[in-house]
Nanobody, 124 residues
Framework: QAQLVESGGGLVQAGGSLRLSCAAS????????LGWFRRAPGKEREFVAS????????AYADSVKGRFAVSRDNAKNTVDLQMNSLTPEDTAVYYC?????????????????WGQGAQVTVSS
């Protein structure tokens, strides 16, 4: 059974950095695209970043572009999200997700597997 487990969340001051990691137990991990989404309190889940199967194509939400970076290690079956210059508006539960296909996507409905989420809280 496929499983995704996020780690690395926590509390950080505005302007600080955090790195989220997601360990995946997915068949053919190196063939699928991966994504990060987040849900802030009282808001809908939103797209954050996506990376293709080889790690050479990425996409970001406008709100995080230039501050966040997604990467993957197919040898370790992990996907990371480096978050810099954090603001209180980045406070949310962050989820990693995996598609059944190799290309990036910004749409949560196109992701098949989901982690349980990691809380990120940015204080002002």
């Amino acid at each position: 059974q496929a499983q995704l487990v996020e780690s690395g969340g926590g509390l950080v001051q505005a302007g600080g950095s955090l790195r989220l990691s997601c360990a995946a137990s997915i068949r053919a991990f190196s063939n699928v695209a991966l994504g990060w989404f987040r849900r802030a309190p009282g808001k809908e889940r939103e797209f954050v970043a996506s990376i293709n199967w080889r790690g050479d194509s990425t996409a970001y939400a406008d709100s995080v572009k230039g501050r966040f970076a997604v990467s993957r290690d197919n040898a370790k079956n992990t996907v990371d999200l480096q978050m810099n210059s954090l603001t209180p508006e980045d406070t949310a539960v962050y989820y990693c997700a995996a598609r059944a296909l190799s290309l990036i996507s910004m749409y949560s409905t196109q992701y098949l597997y989901w982690g349980q989420g990691a809380q990120v809280t940015v204080s002002s």
